[in-house]
């Protein structure tokens, strides 16, 4: 996304802008760390449980968080154990087949959970229990009542328990709830489009020669282990995976919790002896009357990954996924007024040949008194940095300084209960409806 100042800003007016949206957004940065001389940080001490693909992709990127050291792995399978040990600079004596073990060591602070969907509930459930925290991988939990109980634990033992919907830290996406709610760009959203489309088959090479070193008895053989997402004992499918983001950022920018949801899926492509869905469609409806148009295809890559918020004034697209670089689209209707900044932004024409305005948190943040989280890019404090970086910033500055979870137990649980219903729904080729008290712990 280009970006565009209205003016040059004063050192001092860079500074104390940085520091002020970093603390709104919890990173617990300051003017000093901005300047890059990196100010007192707490030590923290991980321990990393499940480091397949993602695991290890979390790892690379929480040690790039200051102060933050990882000083025990643990996976079962060896290739992921070997990988892990690398990354994390770690001995023999401190990887682990068992978590439990893991758990009992007294100088770890908190642990990051990327296994399996159905291992997240009793894997943090027994995390929190010793006195950790945890970052647990989405979808929460594999069933409703495992993630209502993981947030139950959550509360009463006082930990800090975040799930991993990174786009809650995304500077872009924050910045359009912001335009969304302060500034009424779409007018009353009254519809919700939404796509995460692939063309592959989802499946991942199983590396030749690799052991099972624990839990023989679970998997059995390593493709059940390795490709775990294709299996229905193991996954939820598609909506867990890929649409339980975007059905977690509907319900951040709404306010409010799908009550019903209908659609149809299928494995129609891909028969290659999966188990779960390769595409799935459905409708949400909310509460307020929106609907929600959702598909996730894995024969056709067009549209990619974005949400629409269709509005009476306007609609504003937000784009992120598979690599894509993180923007937002705002594309007026013609009833709108003219927007104070529209000017001072650059245009984008989508496809479908119209133009939309790039938003731009430079082009609005001198339009409003102070900085507002959303409405100023945090610069140097977030250059480079991606929404997977920030998460990991906010959920240390979380355990250190008591800052606000971002994507804490309840917006998880929020997230998972639509997806379970949806699967439900399209199991059965009906209308479901999803009473509050799912969402209620």
């Not at 009793?122 to 209502?148: Q, R, S, W």
């Not at 890929?242 to 919790?257: D, I, K, M, P």
């Not at 996730?296 to 992120?320: H, Y």
Request: charged share 25%; with cysteine; aromatic share 8%.
């Amino acid at each position: 996304m280009e970006t565009i100042r209205i003016h040059a800003l004063s050192r001092r007016e860079f500074l104390q802008e940085s520091a002020l949206t970093a603390s709104l957004l919890g990173l617990g940065w300051t003017a000093t760390t901005a300047q890059g001389n990196p100010g007192k940080v707490e030590p923290l001490r991980i321990g990393a449980i499940g480091v397949g693909s993602q695991g290890q992709a979390n790892l690379r990127t929480v040690l790039k968080v200051p102060g933050v050291t990882c000083v025990a792995v643990c996976d079962v399978f060896e290739p992921n154990l070997n990988a892990a040990k690398r990354i994390a600079q770690v001995p023999d004596d401190d990887a682990y087949t068992d978590y439990r073990k893991l758990l009992e060591r007294k100088d770890i602070h908190a642990v990051i959970i990327a296994t399996p969907l159905p291992l997240h509930a009793p894997m943090t459930i027994d995390a929190l229990n010793a006195g950790k925290h945890v970052f647990c991988e989405k979808l929460m939990a594999y069933t409703i009542e495992d993630a209502k109980e993981m947030a139950r634990t959550a509360r009463r033992t006082g930990k800090v328990l975040q799930i991993g919907h990174s786009r809650r830290s995304s500077v872009s996406y924050n910045h359009a709830y912001e335009l969304i709610h302060s500034k009424k760009v779409c007018g009353r959203i009254t519809h919700i489009r939404a796509q995460w489309n692939r063309n592959a088959s989802w499946r991942r090479t199983v590396p030749q020669g690799g052991r099972i070193l624990a839990w023989q008895d679970y998997w059995k053989d390593p493709e059940h282990l390795v490709n775990w997402r294709l299996y229905k004992r193991t996954s939820q499918g598609l909506m867990a995976e890929l649409g339980s983001h975007q059905t977690h950022v509907a319900n951040w920018f709404l306010n409010e919790v799908p009550s019903a949801v209908c659609g149809m899926a299928g494995i129609d492509y891909w028969k290659d002896g999966r188990e779960v869905w390769d595409n799935v469609q459905c409708i949400f409806e909310y509460p307020s009357g929106v609907k929600m148009i959702y598909q996730s295809i894995t024969s056709n890559q067009f549209d990619g990954c974005s949400e629409e918020f269709m509005g009476d004034r306007g609609t504003l697209i937000t784009i992120a996924g598979d690599g894509a670089k993180e923007k937002g689209l705002l594309y007026q209707e013609p009833k709108a007024e003219t927007l104070d900044w529209a000017q001072y932004t650059a245009k984008e024409k989508g496809a479908n040949g119209k133009e939309g305005l790039v938003l731009n948190a430079s082009a609005t943040k001198k339009l409003t008194t102070g900085a507002k989280i959303g409405e100023t890019t945090l610069t140097t404090s977030a250059e480079d940095k991606t929404s997977y970086d920030l998460e990991f910033h906010n959920w240390a500055a979380s355990i250190r300084e008591g800052k606000p979870v971002l994507c804490d137990a309840i917006e998880g649980l929020h997230a998972t209960v639509p997806i379970i219903k949806a699967n439900e729904a399209m199991a059965r080729g009906t209308r479901v409806e999803i009473p509050r008290h799912l969402y209620e712990i």
